[in-house]
């Protein structure tokens, strides 16, 4: 949601997965090497963090 609102940054987005896994499945390596996908992961989790499946008890 948060690429589909800005088209240059998803444009540059599926440019690095497209350089990096060249039509192949990702493996770790690859993953590794996409430094923009992650950035855009962390950002994202850093605005929507996850909600903590279990209550904390006192």
């Given amino acids: 949601m948060l690429l ?3 088209q240059t940054w998803l444009d540059r987005a599926r440019a ?3 350089e990096i896994c060249s039509g192949r499945i990702p493996d770790f390596d690859m993953i ?3 430094k923009l996908v992650i950035m ?3 950002e994202s ?3 929507y963090p996850p909600v903590p499946l279990l209550p904390r008890h006192t």
């Fill in 4 to 6: 589909a609102s800005n």
């Fill in 45 to 47: 989790l850093r605005l």
């Fill in 40 to 42: 855009f992961i962390h």
């Fill in 32 to 34: 590794s090497k996409m």
């Fill in 16 to 18: 690095e997965i497209l």
